[in-house]
């Protein structure tokens, strides 16, 4: 494996502005190594190859005229595939969307275009990012690098996994329930939900308006806060942008120890349910962030406990709101019915049945009945107020605590197949991560290590709204105390990966 | 909401334009009774004096001014339309026959 993808967004960064390589080789070395092991991991699903070399010449020749440039100029990138990128496929891994071309660019990707980041391809995920596990994807799963037999966590597996298997540095996600942090827990990688607001919704292909949030996929803290403080910021474009700046994520970095610094777990977010091996390797994360100066104290936040049923009613309610829009008509796929009448409608239904997936039909059908007359007060209603519980039970724990903390996910990556025919206990992955969305608060998902089962355990801590750097703060300290224990980062400790010899490289 | 039974199935189903073969009703109907059962105590845990929360950060909405912009070309916002013509998409008839 090349140097050049094992380096990290930041060291290739200095390398790029030391002029000691060059955006074309940087880019190349990933495009092969993708050609090498993506057909194990099938972290993607669009390679970019053109348009990326494209943009990294680009950036070369403007580095070599002495233009003034973004630091991730050159640094290469991956896009998870509900992101419109104009000019390239964009599906949601559905089958209603297979080879569409988007005319326009989300805010995020113009951001990415601007600051020269070329865009190695689109990343596999749960369709319409409905899932935990990628199996949900209508070109097949996406397998995690620390075990190709497990999944790489979901909806965002193929970035969480793309950055894990070396194919990318950087990665962006999408966070509904925990589609970036709960992939990163599993695959041994970071990932941020911003707080709700803070990065642009423009051009996400929305699943639930209220709760979705894109943020950075990377392999360490710092990386994340670069990429973080590229993308974040106002958007006139989306109403519910925040209107401050963001920025501080990457001196919060920089900090040293936790002194002063109140940690509060979250009682309701362990014990039963939690694998022992989870468990162990979050109290031991707890022990190394003590000794660095956090004082850790318990919190309860017992309406938590109907958080998941809240989410599991609020987000099909928007879902089957959202998707409304993929009727045959103006874009995607139109199927006609094979007898009948060709109307409209009778084309629409057609075209939905065949189009969507089971498990997409089956939140567009729960959130339609729940919004449906006679059903609205009491569940949608009753979600909603779950949801003030929930903020009132964060902002009572805030007093107590600056950062909260729990483990990512109550197990480790399990083995395709093994959940898929319980939504119930697909669902009850993101216990965790969903009480942060429905807030809209901040949170991030750093490796503590491996569990007893030799796969990787997400260590998650939560700010209050707009207090992001806290979460670099208290990510970044973890991190460099595990990786100076270890001697090394955690990823080298991944299985090396079957490799294909690719096209490109046997030409 | 346990009453998610196959009839319900397919009257949701057809409000949400979706075709469902009898097969696929049947088996979302075991599905969804099951998610359905744990979504119920939703409504048993909040009282009547808790406010809705149905975003979560409150945000006033703003205005921009009132400036042409340069929009989406035709073209453009035609590229993925499954059929169309003279500029327009073109879709199946959306009227009955006699109206």
């Known amino acids: 494996m090349s140097e050049l993808t094992t380096a990290t967004a930041a060291e290739l960064s200095q390398r790029l502005r030391a002029k000691e390589v060059s955006s074309v080789e940087v880019t190349e070395a990933h495009l092969e190594r993708i050609g090498q092991v993506d057909g194990a991991v099938h972290a993607f699903l669009h390679v970019n190859s053109e348009e990326a070399l494209a943009t990294a010449r680009d950036v070369d020749e403007r580095r070599a005229r002495g233009e003034e440039l973004h630091p991730l100029a050159g640094v290469p990138i991956a896009v998870k595939d509900v992101i419109v990128t104009k000019g390239q496929p964009t599906t949601a891994a559905s089958k209603m969307l297979e080879g569409w071309v988007p005319p326009y660019d989300a805010t995020i990707v113009e951001r990415l275009r601007a600051a020269g980041l070329p865009i190695l391809g689109k990343t596999n995920l749960d369709e319409f990012a409905m899932g935990s596990s990628t199996e949900h994807s209508a070109y097949g799963p996406t397998r995690n690098p620390w075990d190709l037999e497990r999944i790489p966590g979901g909806s965002g597996g193929g970035s969480a996994a793309a950055v894990a298997a070396f194919e990318a540095p950087l990665a962006i996600g999408t966070d509904t329930g925990g589609s970036i942090r709960q992939p990163a827990a599993v695959t041994g990688s970071v990932g941020i939900k911003p707080t709700y607001g803070g990065v642009s919704r423009y051009g996400l292909i929305a699943l639930a308006s209220s709760l979705d949030q894109a943020g950075p996929v990377s392999r360490t803290v710092l990386d994340s806060a670069l990429l973080h403080e590229l993308i974040g910021g106002h958007d006139p474009r989306d109403s519910t942008s925040l209107p401050d700046p963001v920025g501080g994520l990457v001196a919060a970095t920089e900090s040293l120890d936790l002194r002063g610094v109140r940690l509060g777990v979250v009682r309701e977010l362990g014990g039963e349910g939690y694998q022992p091996g989870v468990q162990a390797s979050f109290t031991a994360a707890l022990d190394l962030l003590r000794e660095a100066g956090a004082e850790v104290v318990e919190v309860s936040c017992p309406s938590f406990a109907y958080a998941l049923a809240a989410y599991y009613l609020i987000l099909p309610a928007e879902a089957s709101s959202n998707l409304a829009k993929f009727d045959g008509m103006r874009y995607g796929l139109r199927v006609e019915p094979s007898e009948g009448p060709l109307t409209a409608e009778r084309v629409m239904a057609a075209t939905r049945g065949a189009g969507f997936g089971d498990e997409v039909k089956r939140r567009i059908i729960l959130g339609t009945h729940a919004l449906s007359a006679g059903y609205f007060d009491a569940y949608y209603g009753s979600a909603q107020q779950v949801r003030t519980l929930i903020q009132r039970d964060f902002a009572a724990a805030f007093e107590q605590a600056d950062v909260l903390v729990s483990p990512t996910t109550p197990t480790t990556a399990f083995r395709f197949g093994e959940k898929l025919d319980d939504p119930m206990a697909m669902y009850l992955n993101d216990v965790a991560t969903i009480p942060a969305n429905l807030a809209g608060v901040p949170g991030i998902s750093v490796p503590s290590g491996l569990s007893d089962d030799g796969l990787p355990v997400g260590f998650q801590a939560l700010a209050p709204a707009q207090e992001d750097a806290r979460l670099y703060r208290v990510g970044a300290v973890l991190e460099r105390l595990l990786d100076e224990r270890r001697g090394h980062r955690l990823l080298a400790d991944a299985p090396s990966l079957p490799t294909t010899v690719s096209q490109e490289a046997a030409r | ?99």
Do not use: C, K, W, Y
């Open chain 2, 1 to 99: 909401m346990s009453t998610i039974n196959a009839a319900e199935v397919a009257r949701v189903a057809a409000l949400a334009r979706i075709d469902l073969t009898a097969e696929e009703v049947e088996r979302l109907a075991g599905e969804l009774g099951v998610i359905a059962d744990a979504v119920a105590q939703v409504s048993a845990a909040v009282g009547p004096d808790v406010p809705a929360t149905s975003h979560p950060i409150p945000l006033t909405n703003v205005m921009r001014d009132d400036v042409v912009e340069e929009p989406l070309p035709v073209a453009a916002a035609l590229s993925g339309a499954p059929q169309s013509e003279d500029g327009q998409f073109l879709v199946p008839q959306i009227l009955g026959e006699d109206a």
